[in-house]
């Protein structure tokens, strides 16, 4: 299928701005595709057509007028179901929130409307967005585009399979211990990390973290850099955003990938990855290392990651959620109440200790990246797992202790503030899409941004490597 709702943002928005296509067909194109496969995915979990309707009408009508429109004018933009929209149901997963409807829209989602992006509903994520399979007792599952048995991952789910099925030209998603990347990966789309603070958050209760970010998610590199220019701002409510230049968004530069000092790293170090997992990134990785100047195997220093990283995101899960526990207890989803649990359970010296680690880590890694462009790491440890059987209790050989203990591919990247593309190339051993993670310098979003968008091109001329597509016909309804 190749309708309009198949094209990539960025082609759009210029035949949008030109008038060779109207933001009404644009948005009716992309209606008719989640009618038609969202009852076997479940990936939009509330629409307003009848508002995007009327701004895809007043969008047509400012192109034919001749007035100046704004860099993501006409395009629709689905919004993760953990941020408030005005007038349009916000559960964050949760039978608490069932019926809550804002009255005004979140910082950002008020950023993505001004620059002209059109919101068309709302994506499902676990409650809270707390775990690694979009699932939660208001909206039930997500499945994924590929394999509906399996996931579709967390807790950006919802965004990534609606992408991949080309319900929406881009989509909203937020990441702390993964969750822009893990959903990404395993539905073959493009997830962005960005620095903290790139994308302001008013909303977040830790003030100074590297934890919690918002950002992107598209299926282009380019399409990412384009809804920056939307998402990127300056929010004097949230402390870790600062004045900001978004044009170096909207048109990356040229970056030569054979000038570029490469690290690539299977496992960093410390992360359980399975074989299959191991085998694909060596066949892929080794497939594009000679278009880089140098790609040499090198592990950095995250010694106490997985202890640093389930300690403080315990202590942020006790600030965000510490009252709904006081008041809900064990009604809250498992993987809430283990983490406020766990931070109960923490002395302030565990928690002194863990920030300690942290600054330790992080100074590690700044020594690491002195002599690197770009570190590549596999996108996820495992293949996308079953629904019915939740999330492996083994991965590489080990036992899991935690819920995260899966993720500590990505989480431990989390700690670093580095900005991470979730890059699909290639299939794994199930024929499910792969993919890998690319960190760039410490902030060189746009930086790592054009690199990630010529080595997409690399991968476009390579047969093997480039990412399946959704089988829409077998989706349908």
């Known amino acids: ?108 989602v008020e950023r993505l409307r001004t620059a002209g992006a059109i919101v068309i509903g709302k994506t499902n994520t676990p409650e809270f967005g707390a775990g690694t399979n979009t699932s939660n007792r208001v909206y039930g599952p997500t499945h994924n585009p590929h394999d509906l048995e399996r996931t579709c991952g967390g807790s950006s789910g919802g965004a990534a399979a609606a992408l991949a099925c080309g319900m929406v030209p881009l989509a909203h998603g937020s990441d702390t211990g993964g969750s822009l990347r893990n959903p990404a990966t395993w539905c073959g789309v493009v997830g962005f990390r960005p620095t903290p603070g790139l994308v302001p958050h008013e909303a977040r209760n830790v003030n100074y973290s590297h934890f ?17 220019t939307g998402l990127a701002g300056n929010d004097p409510y949230d402390p870790m ?31 359980p990855v399975d074989d299959d997992i191991r085998a694909a990134f060596r066949k892929y990785v080794g497939s594009i290392a000679t278009v880089f100047s140098s790609c040499e195997r090198r592990d950095p220093d995250m010694e106490g990651a997985r202890e640093i990283f389930w300690a403080l995101r315990s202590v942020t899960f006790l600030a965000n959620h510490g009252e709904r526990y006081r008041e809900y207890g064990q009604d809250l989803a498992p993987n809430v109440v283990a983490n406020v649990e766990a931070a109960l359970a923490m002395s302030p010296v565990d928690v002194a200790e863990a920030e ?17 462009d770009l570190l590549i790491v596999a996108g996820n440890a495992t293949s996308a797992f079953r629904i019915d059987e939740g999330i492996p209790k083994v991965v590489g050989g080990r036992q899991m202790e935690n819920y995260m203990d899966a993720s500590l591919l990505r989480s431990a990247l989390t700690l670093t503030g580095h900005p991470v593309v979730a890059l699909p190339i290639g299939t794994d051993a199930l024929g499910l899409p792969f993919g890998v993670q690319i960190v760039g310098p410490r902030r ?16 476009a001329t390579m047969p093997d490597l480039i990412p399946p597509r959704p089988n829409l016909e077998e989706l349908k309804s």
């Not at 060779?20 to 992309?30: G, I, N, Q, T, Y």
């Not at 992107?216 to 920056?228: E, F, K, N, Y």
């Open 241 to 271: 955003s600062g004045p900001i230049t978004v044009d170096e968004f909207a048109d990356l530069a040229e970056v030569d990938l054979s000038s570029l000092r490469v690290v690539i790293s299977e496992d960093l170090g410390i992360a």
């Open 356 to 372: 300690r680690g942290w600054t330790q880590l992080y100074r590690k890694f700044q020594d690491f990246f002195r002599d690197v």
């Open 1 to 108: 299928m190749n309708e309009l709702c198949d094209q990539p943002a960025s082609a759009l928005r210029q035949v949008l701005a030109s008038g060779d296509v109207s933001p009404v067909e644009l948005l009716e194109s992309c209606i008719a595709r989640i009618e038609e496969l969202n009852p076997s995915i479940n990936a939009i979990v509330a629409t307003c057509y009848d508002r995007a309707r009327s701004e895809a009408r007043a969008a047509e009508q400012a192109v034919s007028a001749g007035n100046e429109i704004g860099p993501l004018h006409g395009l629709p933009v689905a919004i993760k179901d953990l941020v408030a929209t005005e007038d349009l149901r916000t559960t964050y997963g949760s039978p608490r929130y069932a019926d809550n409807v804002p009255g005004q829209d979140a910082g950002l």
């Open 212 to 228: 919690g970010v918002q950002g992107p998610m598209a299926r282009t590199v380019s399409d990412i850099g384009l809804m920056l």
């Open 444 to 459: 060189g979003d746009a930086f790592l941004l054009a690199a990630c968008a010529a080595l997409e091109k690399q991968i």
